[in-house]
């Protein structure tokens, strides 16, 4: 592991921020943080990015403890705060051959790199434009470059898309794919939850400092599910619940009764024109069930069965309660 957390808190006055969380990330991982305003997101990545010190615990980035050895740590690693600092009379450029400097890149090497971020964000074009003047998705493009400008091996974004618009989120995506194929580290903050389940290979879910799940988005999904069968006191035998959708040219009530019989269904819903249910079935029994519909002589529409959203994780994990 790249990164690790280990009973990690921060306390201001009587405010507990972040109290012992723990998890880790790997090379090539995209780790989703997820949790309400005040939940202790910032906090915790201000600590991994040295901005913060610990009350307790601590954090190491590639082996190094954030509290002892912050140089280390910072050469490892690069930070997209969710504010975008400029500077009045610069051009981009300009603005990362500061940064360049700024981590001590000197002649050749210091040249080589801003040209190779200009390329990586596509920037070229715009070189020599103030970087007051860029609209929100050309500055997010030079907070990256910022960001990668010493070559981190681990990236720590804070609300990356907050404010962009639909092709400029797309467009970041690519990005972060990109970045995660190429074996770096990547954790992510954001409130658009849709932007993070299309990337993200795990998440943690926090909530007044503490985790409250941590897992890939299958194991995230069984928690969710785990968590509604308990309230209802039904056992689910540890199957990540999906849901299931069918929609059929006619006879929708008699197929709705004819799925309260099948096994591994439940909560069946109508949905616009559609009937929803809870799926906890594998992939064999799946195409069992579509095949005995269609026998039944349902003239089948639509057929299909996902996992849950992450807002429908997210609210289930969550209690929406304030610090």
């Given at each position: ?13 009587d ?15 995209v ?28 954090a ?5 403890s954030v ?15 969710d ?87 797309i467009?970041?995506?690519?990005l ?19 932007d ?34 308990e ?29 309260t ?8 819903r ?20 579509l ?33």
């Amino acid at each position: 592991m790249i990164v690790e957390v280990k009973n990690l808190s921060k306390r201001f006055g009587d405010l507990h921020a972040v109290q012992s969380i723990n998890f880790h990330m790997n090379a090539g991982e995209v780790f989703g943080f997820i949790g309400p305003n005040g939940a202790g997101k910032t906090t915790t990545m201000r600590i991994l990015a040295t901005l913060e010190m610990p009350t307790r615990g601590d954090a190491f980035i590639d082996g190094h403890s954030v509290s002892h050895f912050p140089e280390k740590v910072r050469s490892r690693l690069g930070l997209m705060p969710d504010y975008h600092g400029v500077y009045n009379n610069m051009d981009i450029a300009d603005y990362l051959d500061f940064f360049a400097r700024a981590y001590r890149l000197r002649g050749r090497k210091r040249r080589e790199r801003v040209d190779s971020v200009v390329d990586f964000v596509e920037l070229g074009p715009l070189l020599h434009k103030p970087v007051t003047t860029l609209s929100k998705g050309m500055r997010q493009r030079l907070s990256v470059g910022r960001m990668l400008i010493n070559d981190p091996d681990v990236l720590i974004m804070d609300e990356p898309t907050a404010g962009l618009d639909p092709r400029a989120r797309i467009e970041f995506r690519e990005l972060i794919k990109v970045l995660a194929a190429e074996g770096k580290a990547i954790m992510i903050s954001s409130h658009i939850l849709s932007d993070l389940s299309d990337v993200c290979t795990r998440v943690a879910i926090i909530e007044r400092g503490e985790i409250v799940a941590t897992g890939t988005m299958e194991e995230v999904h069984t928690m969710a599910h785990d968590r509604r069968s308990e309230a209802k006191g039904v056992q689910n035998g540890n199957r990540a619940a999906r849901i299931l959708e069918v929609e059929v040219l006619k006879d929708g009530e008699k197929l709705e009764t004819f799925l309260t019989l099948q096994p591994d269904v439940s909560e069946i819903r109508h949905v616009d024109h559609r009937l929803e249910a809870l799926y906890t079935g594998d992939d064999k029994a799946l195409t069992a069930l579509l095949q005995r519909i269609v026998q039944d002589g349902f003239a089948v529409k639509h057929f299909s069965c996902r996992f849950e959203s992450l807002e429908d994780i997210f609210m289930t994990l969550t209690e929406g309660k304030l610090q």
